[in-house]
């Protein structure tokens, strides 16, 4: 089936390491993005990537850091310079050919820091 | 409906009964405007979209309508069910304008009794 997959589910981190976050998706979308959740709160976005090769900062980039070296895949790095990054991370896809599509959502992941 | 401040809105009613869930967006050249269900620890759902040429859109058991001139939208839900119990969000994005990103609103969480 087609969709977008987050892994791991659940990751612990230690003050100070980095880590990164998994996505994948196989719709061949051309657009992802990574939104933070924090309990109470809405989705605000990190990063998002238009094509391969090129992504633009979104509202609350710093302390994080991603790649898109291939269409399927999205990883988001959330590095020590992160101060406060327990929350909880949302990957999507959409199309760009359209105007007007809905974004698809992974499961997320649930970082937590140790 | 949603309001600003650090509680997500809560709207309480029983089982049978109808649900209005309001949002207020912020951009006026947002054209395309979507709803998304958010279960526990998952990622936000797809429920219904609308573009701005529209005042009104229906889906199974849920309506969007869109209010251009005070900018604001709101989901009905007919004969809300306990599966309906999630947090709700409305998103805009000025997809004309070329940008495909979606922009959230902070979210209700509605709570159905049996």
């Known amino acids: 089936d087609g969709g977008i997959t987050q892994s791991p589910k659940y990751l612990f981190r230690k003050e100070g390491q980095n880590v990164t976050l998994s996505c994948e998706q196989n719709l061949n979308h051309d657009a992802m993005y990574w939104y933070r959740q924090d309990p109470g709160q809405g989705l605000r976005l990190i990063y998002y990537s238009q094509i391969v090769n090129d992504f633009q900062k979104g509202d609350i980039a710093e302390g994080y850091s991603v790649s898109r070296e291939k269409k399927e895949s999205f990883p988001l790095t959330v590095t020590s310079a992160q101060k406060n990054p327990t929350a909880f991370y949302l990957c999507?896809?959409?199309?760009?050919?359209?105007?007007?599509?809905?974004?698809?959502f992974g499961q997320g992941t649930r970082l937590t820091v140790v | 409906g949603e309001s600003v401040g650090l509680h997500l809105p809560t709207l309480s009613v029983q089982e049978g009964d109808n649900s209005i869930i309001n949002c207020a967006y912020s951009n006026s050249a947002s054209d395309y405007f979507i709803w998304y269900k958010q279960e526990s620890g998952k990622g936000p759902q797809f429920i219904i979209d609308i573009r701005s040429n529209m005042d009104k859109r229906q889906g199974q058991r849920v309506t969007v309508l869109l209010n251009k001139t005070v900018k604001h939208l709101s989901l009905q839900i007919a004969a809300t069910q306990p599966g309906d119990s999630a947090v709700y969000f409305c998103?805009?994005?000025?997809?004309?304008?070329?940008?495909?990103?979606?922009?959230f609103g902070r979210g209700t969480s509605l709570i159905v009794h049996p």
């Open positions: 999507a896809s959409s199309v760009t050919d359209r105007v007007g599509s809905e974004a698809f």
């Open positions: 998103a805009e994005s000025d997809a004309s304008g070329g940008s495909y990103i979606p922009t």
